[in-house]
């Protein structure tokens, strides 16, 4: 049986109420590499140019709508690896609780992220600060109640953590016991992570990756490069890792097991932004 790949283009932004996410995303899916194989499928899955909210997460009703519509793809196309290319960082959600229904014993997560991602509604209103925490049932009630396979802590890697910065949105990492690697530990031992999926017996891994798990001097698409600001002023971690550091873990990760998700979230092209909108305002393009 032919085992098929899918790309999801998200453009989901109400996860952390930006909506150049949006922009991003499909920016994205034109930088990645193309696929011409007949088993690969792209689907671009409906973004709500609105953000309506019941409960305390911000657009807590129209993100739910937008999960459900990511799951009636993924149940239908049933693939058997997915990627993701973001919009905000709740996009690996939905694909990664499929993946763990569908390899429930052997699947290890890989989050690779400045932040941990293990947020509360009684501490943060955006989900793109909780998506982790829902993974783990242990995020906002509304989103936990949707997750069908949820994760152990002991089946997470926090990969790139700025443990050095954590917030007291983030006492979720030492509440569960997650275990992490810090940029410096990844850059001192390339195979750290390679040891993770060892010990923990992983034939499957699926990577999150957030772009600003990245150094903003060194790749400059992410939220924190943007162009005239003061990064003392940023309010959240930063990240440390180099473009080449963060390609050759993927790599690693790819020869030493099953690679079946991949999440690229929260791309942020700020010259492209900045010259789009720029260009909206010619009546020639009106």
Request: net charge negative; proline share 6%.
């Amino acid at each position: 049986m032919t085992e098929k790949t899918i790309r999801i283009v998200n453009q989901q932004w109400q996860g952390g109420m930006n909506k150049d996410y949006s922009f991003g995303a499909r920016l994205l899916s034109h930088i990645v590499p193309p696929s011409y194989s007949a088993d690969t499928e792209t689907i671009f899955v409906p973004i709500s140019e609105e953000a309506h909210s019941n409960g305390q997460v911000d657009a807590q009703e129209t993100l739910l709508e937008q999960f459900a519509a990511t799951k009636a793809v993924l149940t239908a196309k049933d693939p058997a690896r997915i990627i993701t290319l973001g919009g905000d960082c709740s996009v690996s959600e939905v694909p990664f609780d499929y993946l763990h229904g569908k390899y429930p014993k052997d699947l290890g997560l890989i989050w690779l992220d400045a932040h941990p991602d293990v947020s509360a509604p009684a501490n943060s209103h955006h989900v793109h600060e909780m998506v982790l925490a829902n993974l783990l049932q242990h995020g906002a009630p509304e989103f936990n109640q949707t997750i069908e396979n949820p994760f152990k802590p002991s089946e997470v890697l926090l990969a790139g953590l700025r443990a050095d910065q954590l917030r007291p949105m983030d006492a979720a990492v030492g509440e569960l016991d997650l275990k992490y690697l810090t940029p410096k530990q990844l850059q001192e031992d390339r195979n750290a992570v390679k040891e993770w999926i060892r010990q923990s017996g992983f034939k499957h891994i699926a990577v999150h990756f957030d772009l600003d798990v990245l150094d903003p001097a060194d790749f400059r698409a992410i939220l924190p490069a943007e162009p005239g600001l003061n990064i003392a002023k940023f309010g959240a971690a930063i990240g440390s890792l180099k473009l080449s550091q963060v390609l050759a873990l993927l790599e690693d990760v790819s020869r030493f097991s099953d690679l079946v998700g991949l999440t690229i979230a929260e791309h942020m092209p700020w010259d492209a932004l900045r010259l789009r909108k720029g260009l909206s305002t010619l009546p020639i393009f009106q």
